[in-house]
């Protein structure tokens, strides 16, 4: 009983910790998304929350482990059982709607490349989760490359048909922003894969 009060409280912390990086930590990979970056806002505060309760709940374990009081024992396997419930009801959830999540997470991912990203040398939230993008997963766009940024803010802004994260020499003469040559631009499709 001890093992598992235990586990479980570790795995509250775990999971306050990773409510608090996504609030705090990724914040602008998150903000990548617009509109929809208020969901994984609320998923933060809900893991947060989460994580106190199966601390909390551990403890209550614990002491009745411990002091061998049968009141506190049955509460804490009704509660562990409640979340156990909750927990098979939110997989199916998941897996139920997974593919409208994945077209929402697109589309908010797509529209964010081309409605609020401003270039390499700006620092706004969302440019400077997308020149990370490119640069860490050595992509261009969300999905066509160049043909991205055909229109976008970007494209209205600096002129430019693409930003200097998508070439693969970044301090290339060829890397003006115009030129598009063999081997100059990153060579996967875009970073939706």
Do not use: H
Request: charged share 15%; with cysteine.
């Amino acid at each position: 009983m001890l093992l598992l009060c235990g586990t479980l409280f570790i795995s509250g912390f775990v999971l306050l910790g990773l409510g608090a990086w996504i609030r705090y930590g990724a914040a602008s990979f998150v903000d990548v998304l617009g509109p929809f970056s208020a969901q994984f806002i609320n998923i933060s505060y809900i893991c947060i929350a989460m994580g106190s309760v199966l601390s909390f709940i551990s403890l209550i374990g614990c002491c009745g482990a411990y002091k061998e009081n049968r009141f506190f024992i049955m509460l804490f396997f009704f509660i562990v059982t409640v979340l156990f419930v909750a927990q098979i009801v939110g997989i199916i959830f998941v897996m139920v709607y997974r593919d409208l999540l994945r077209i929402m997470v697109y589309k908010a991912s797509k529209k964010s490349l081309q409605t609020a990203y401003m270039g390499p040398a700006a620092t706004d939230p969302v440019s400077s989760a997308w020149n990370i993008v490119m640069i860490k997963f050595k992509c261009c766009g969300f999905e066509n490359k160049t043909l991205d940024f055909v229109n976008s803010a970007f494209n209205k802004v600096t002129g430019l048909d693409y930003p200097k994260t998508c070439c693969v020499i970044k301090t290339a003469v060829e890397c003006d922003g115009t030129t598009v040559v063999a081997g100059l631009i990153q060579p996967e499709v875009g970073c939706r894969n």
